[in-house]
């Protein structure tokens, strides 16, 4: 009798080893897949060691792509472009983000090769305009601040012409930038640029788009990510993996911890 507890320390051992770690074990069928790589302790006992790992190779120092379909004369589009593409994300992310705008948006290709746009032809002379200016420069650098004033200018319902001189002048767009522009609009390059925008808007993956703006994020395209469009730079901070400290989410973690919430994010 005397031996029996050891025995039943024996026998049973195993079992109350694993009921000490069933309370962390358990939880681990429940984590979210995006919390899997965001603690070393989640990654050590729930098992994720080499899909972290896989992650981490794959998008070390790698910049997050951001495709954004819009079309030119879109109320949405504008806003978004106005309010958050450029005053937001380029100008705090710029280093490590890379920025896709493609002006086709909900415009359809007729049989006859012909395009009708939702906000009539004038949008898709802009659409066009704006597919052969981006392919006119060499970097998002050039092309997402003078795209920025031109869909700022339209929203406050300035002439496109007019837009278009006053943002020229401003980001001093050589005179070679703006040849080139208006040879694509004039011969089939512009047509093609416009086909290729409708092809990539067609294909988004593995979610079509459903309206404009709509955000594709490093090549996927999901109808539940589309609510975080003014939380593009919470999700850029968790994304990004690497050796670049990004001032904006330091300060912006700071301004959490202070203020008790992540409105500072909108």
């Known amino acids: ?55 981490k190779s794959a998008t070390w120092n790698q910049r997050v792509n951001i495709t954004v379909l819009v079309e030119a004369l879109c109320p949405d589009c504008q806003q978004f472009i106005a309010n958050q593409l450029y005053p937001v994300i380029y100008k705090n992310f710029r280093d490590v983000v890379n920025i896709q705008l493609v002006p086709f948006g909900n415009a359809k ?3 006859d090769g012909s395009i009708v746009c939702q906000h009539g032809e004038e949008e898709c002379e802009i659409n066009k305009f704006e597919s052969c200016l981006i392919n006119s420069f060499e970097s998002q650098d050039e092309y997402v601040p003078v795209i920025f004033c031109i869909e700022s200018q339209l929203k406050d319902k300035v002439a496109f012409a007019t837009a278009t001189e006053k943002c020229f002048q401003k980001f001093n767009v050589t005179e070679d930038v703006q040849r080139m522009t208006q040879s694509c609009l004039v011969s089939n390059i512009g047509a093609r640029l416009q086909k290729k925008a409708a092809d990539l808007t067609n294909s988004v993956w593995p979610d079509q788009h459903k309206f404009v703006p709509w955000v594709v994020f490093n090549g996927v395209s999901l109808t539940n990510l589309q609510v975080y469009q003014n939380q593009i730079p919470l999700l850029i901070c968790q994304w990004y993996n690497g050796d670049q400290k990004i001032s904006y989410c330091e300060s912006a973690l700071k301004e959490r911890f202070r203020a008790g919430s992540t409105n500072f994010f909108y």
């Open 109 to 111: 290709i007729q049989p």
């Open 1 to 55: 009798m005397v031996r029996l507890p050891w025995l039943l320390l024996i026998a049973f051992g195993p079992f109350l080893c694993l009921a000490v770690r069933y309370g962390v074990a358990d939880k681990c069928p429940s984590i979210p897949p995006s919390l899997w790589c965001s603690s070393d302790k989640i990654i050590k006992q729930c098992g994720f060691e080499e899909h972290c790992q896989r992650f």
